[in-house]
C-alpha cells in the first residue's frame, strides 16, 4: 500500500497557517517577532500551529497538573496556559534567565503569570528534587535533546495514567533518517523514538508535524 501524505510547499503551508481560529493573535505575533530578532536562536521557536495544538491538547485533557521542559522566550507556555482547568498549573524548567525574562514579561501581558512557575537551573538537578502538588497530566519536552529520555525517565512516575507527553523536534529537521546517524543529538532522538514505540509503559504516535512531535500516553 503506498504512503498518505501531503508534501507541503511554502503556499501550502500558508493556506494550513491561515485557517486557524487563533490566526489572528497580536501578543503572540509580538512575542514571536521579539523572539525572531534574537536572530538565529530563534529557530527554537514552535511554530504557530504547534502552539494552537498544545492550547487544544490541553484544552481536551482538561490539564490541571503541567510541565515544560524548555521554555525558551515563552512562546509554548502561553499556548500551554492558556488551554489550563481553570485552577490548572504549568511549571517550567529552563537554563536561561535572559531568554525566560522575554516569558515573564509575556506571561505578564497574557493575564497568565498566576499559572505558571519558572524554575531556573539543571532540568535534571531541578527534575530530581522537584514533586508537583498532584500528579502530572500534561508534559511538553523541547530542551537539549541529549537531555529527553532522562526527562521522561524523571517525569513518568510522576504523571496520572493517561497522562500525556509531547516530545519536540523528533524528525530532527529530517536528518533522524541520515545514514549513518552520528550527531549526538540525532542519536538521542531517534533512539527515544525507537524507545517510545515499544516501551509498555506508554502507547505513542510519532506525527510529522512542524518538525516532529512524539506523543506518548501513559498507560
Not at 531517534?190 to 517510545?196: C, E, P, Q, S
Amino acid at each position: 500500500m503506498s504512503a498518505k501524505y501531503v508534501s507541503l510547499n511554502d503556499a501550502l503551508y500558508n493556506y494550513v497557517v491561515c485557517y486557524r481560529s487563533r490566526a489572528d493573535d497580536p501578543l503572540l505575533d509580538a512575542l514571536r517577532a521579539e523572539t525572531e530578532a534574537l536572530g538565529d536562536v530563534a529557530r527554537m521557536l514552535i511554530s504557530r500551529e504547534q502552539g494552537d495544538f498544545l492550547t487544544m491538547l490541553t484544552k481536551l485533557l482538561n490539564v490541571r497538573s503541567g510541565v515544560e521542559v524548555g521554555t525558551f522566550t515563552g512562546y509554548s507556555s502561553i499556548c500551554i496556559a492558556r488551554g489550563l482547568a481553570m485552577d490548572g498549573r504549568l511549571t517550567c524548567f529552563d537554563t536561561s534567565m535572559d531568554w525566560t525574562a522575554m516569558a515573564r514579561r509575556y506571561w505578564e501581558k497574557d493575564g497568565l503569570a498566576d499559572r505558571l512557575e519558572l524554575r531556573l537551573g539543571n532540568a535534571a538537578e531541578e527534575l530530581t528534587k522537584w514533586e508537583p502538588a498532584e500528579p502530572l497530566d500534561l508534559v511538553f519536552i523541547d530542551a537539549d535533546k541529549t537531555g529527553y529520555d532522562a526527562y521522561f525517565e524523571m517525569l513518568l512516575p510522576k504523571m496520572k495514567a493517561n497522562g500525556l507527553f509531547i516530545f519536540d523536534n523528533m524528525v530532527w529537521g529530517g536528518r533522524v533518517i541520515e545514514e549513518p546517524l552520528a550527531d549526538p543529538d540525532g542519536v538521542a532522538i531517534d533512539l527515544l523514538n525507537r524507545k517510545l514505540a515499544s516501551d509498555p509503559r506508554v502507547e505513542s504516535v510519532l506525527l510529522p508535524f512542524a518538525d516532529g512531535l512524539h506523543l506518548a500516553r501513559k498507560r
